[in-house]
């Protein structure tokens, strides 16, 4: 006789849970609302700029009474009168003497304070370093009445020097803000091993720490000179003297100026003119702002 063994039955798995969780939308979808809101703000900020640009190609006629339609004609003119006759070029080299003296100033002594502080430890750091993160907050409107009369009295109102100074201490607080961070993230081996080598402190700072915190400098240096190219309140109080206006100044009174006389063209050549380095400034150095904020965030 054949005895025939049969196979264990399995017992059947239970079935799975039921997922009662509702399905995630596709992140396509969840970031749409994202997207359109960074889209619709690109088109109010973008909408302007490129409307004054078209507008100084133009005739005054075609800016009144086709102001959204491209120029029959382009007008470049208008430009040349501007820059001439209005008197922008010469308030372009003023803002270039003072931005620029005032950004060198600025990024030098911000850069040393920042990497002492940061490097330092000594009595009153974090109260002098906390000093200079307050004096971001502070209002400027509240300080032009005592900063017009020390100006005054140092005899430096309405000069290149007077602006320099004020626009450098503006400055300062915010690139010390920003620089002390990124001075902290750095290695100390490398400053270390220059001391080993008879370095002084000075020439560790400039030509071991500064190359190093290249990155930094450079945004920083980019966002100071786009506050500091559209400053207009502190000119305004501090440089009465027509001749030595910046740009801001210039272009408001080139707006009163130019709208009496209804040379609506020549004033939106200025507009742009005044707008141009910025814009260069910003393409140009784009990938050094993304790249001197990112290594910041990430160190």
């Given at each position: 006789?054949?005895?025939?063994?049969?196979?264990?039955?399995s017992?059947?798995?239970?079935?799975a849970?039921?997922?009662?969780?509702?399905?995630r939308?596709p992140?396509s979808?969840?970031?749409l609302?994202?997207?359109?809101?960074?889209?619709?703000?690109?088109?109010?900020?973008?909408?302007?700029?490129l409307?004054a640009?078209?507008?100084?190609?133009k005739?005054?006629?075609e800016?009144?009474n086709?102001p959204?339609?491209?120029?029959?004609?382009?007008?470049p003119?208008?430009?040349?009168?501007?820059?001439?006759e209005?008197?922008?070029?010469?308030?372009f080299?003023?803002s270039?003497?003072v931005?620029?003296?005032?950004?060198a100033l600025?990024?030098?002594?911000?850069?040393l304070?920042a990497?002492?502080?940061?490097r330092y430890?000594?009595r009153g750091?974090?109260?002098?370093?906390?000093?200079?993160?307050a004096?971001?907050?502070?209002?400027?409107?509240?300080?032009?009445?005592?900063?017009f009369f020390?100006?005054?009295?140092?005899?430096?109102?309405?000069?290149?020097?007077?602006l320099?100074?004020?626009y450098a201490?503006?400055a300062?607080p915010?690139?010390?803000?920003?620089l002390h961070?990124?001075f902290?993230?750095?290695?100390?081996?490398?400053?270390e091993?220059?001391?080993l080598?008879?370095c002084?402190?000075?020439?560790?700072f400039?030509r071991?720490?500064?190359?190093m915190?290249?990155p930094?400098?450079?945004?920083?240096?980019i966002?100071n000179?786009?506050?500091?190219w559209?400053?207009?309140?502190l000119?305004?109080?501090?440089n009465p003297?027509?001749?030595r206006?910046?740009l801001?100044?210039?272009l408001?009174?080139l707006?009163?100026s130019?709208?009496?006389?209804?040379?609506w063209?020549?004033l939106f050549?200025?507009?742009t003119i005044?707008?141009l380095?910025?814009?260069?400034a910003?393409?140009a150095?784009?990938r050094h702002?993304?790249?001197?904020?990112?290594?910041?965030?990430?160190?």
């Amino acid at each position: 006789m054949t005895l025939s063994v049969s196979p264990p039955r399995s017992s059947p798995s239970p079935p799975a849970p039921a997922d009662d969780r509702p399905a995630r939308a596709p992140r396509s979808v969840r970031t749409l609302p994202v997207h359109v809101a960074m889209l619709a703000w690109s088109v109010v900020t973008a909408l302007p700029l490129l409307w004054a640009v078209v507008s100084s190609f133009k005739t005054d006629d075609e800016i009144l009474n086709h102001p959204w339609s491209l120029p029959s004609t382009p007008q470049p003119g208008n430009w040349a009168r501007a820059w001439t006759e209005a008197s922008i070029g010469r308030y372009f080299f003023n803002s270039l003497v003072v931005v620029g003296g005032a950004l060198a100033l600025t990024m030098l002594l911000g850069s040393l304070v920042a990497y002492a502080l940061a490097r330092y430890e000594f009595r009153g750091n974090r109260i002098i370093y906390y000093t200079f993160v307050a004096a971001m907050f502070f209002p400027v409107f509240l300080a032009l009445v005592p900063l017009f009369f020390v100006v005054q009295q140092l005899g430096l109102l309405g000069t290149y020097q007077g602006l320099i100074l004020v626009y450098a201490a503006y400055a300062v607080p915010f690139t010390v803000f920003f620089l002390h961070a990124f001075f902290r993230s750095l290695p100390a081996e490398v400053a270390e091993a220059a001391f080993l080598d008879g370095c002084s402190h000075g020439a560790v700072f400039f030509r071991v720490m500064l190359p190093m915190a290249r990155p930094g400098l450079v945004a920083v240096g980019i966002f100071n000179f786009l506050g500091l190219w559209n400053q207009y309140l502190l000119p305004l109080v501090l440089n009465p003297d027509p001749d030595r206006y910046v740009l801001a100044q210039g272009l408001a009174a080139l707006s009163v100026s130019q709208g009496y006389r209804s040379d609506w063209s020549g004033l939106f050549a200025g507009l742009t003119i005044a707008m141009l380095p910025v814009l260069i400034a910003y393409v140009a150095f784009q990938r050094h702002i993304r790249a001197g904020m990112t290594a910041g965030a990430v160190k």
